[in-house]
């Protein structure tokens, strides 16, 4: 089974932009497929951004298309979320997740987080000025 390690958290002030890692280590990350995943302080764990492992297709929340991109690197077994245009409501804590049996990256995002079998311990991500 596959462990992922979250990196890159940080503070931000709004506007600015932050990089997330995801390093997996134990199998071969291109069998999976990943997603990143956040929890606000009295909310629900939701889907950002997952990447499929079988074709690189890819799905975003509508909150962050078009200033959030994930890509994978299959040969540092790492997958990327680049996050631009950082906004103070994007506060909170970033977690990476691996599944081999879910290929989809749009059902792994909105409805399959309880099949999830890895995930990380997660990276804080701070937007303030």
């Known amino acids: 089974q596959v462990q992922v390690v979250e990196s890159g958290g940080g503070l931000v002030q709004p506007g600015g932009s932050l990089r997330l890692s995801c390093a997996a280590s134990?199998?071969?990350?291109?069998?999976?497929?990943i997603g990143w995943f956040r929890q606000a302080p009295g909310k629900e764990r939701e889907g950002v951004s997952c990447?499929?492992?079988?074709?690189?297709?890819?799905h975003y929340a509508d909150s962050v298309k078009g200033r959030f991109t994930i890509s994978r690197d299959n040969a540092k077994n790492t997958v990327y979320l680049q996050m631009n245009s950082l906004k103070p409501e994007n506060t909170t804590v970033y977690y990476c997740?691996?599944?081999?049996?879910?290929?989809?990256?749009?059902?792994?995002?909105?409805?399959?987080?309880?099949?999830?079998?890895?995930w990380g311990h997660g990276a804080k991500i701070t937007v303030s000025s």
């Open positions: 997740a691996a599944e081999v049996w879910i290929t989809s990256p749009q059902i792994m995002c909105i409805e399959a987080q309880t099949l999830i079998s890895s």
């Open positions: 134990g199998s071969i990350l291109d069998d999976y497929t």
């Open positions: 990447i499929s492992g079988r074709d690189g297709s890819t």
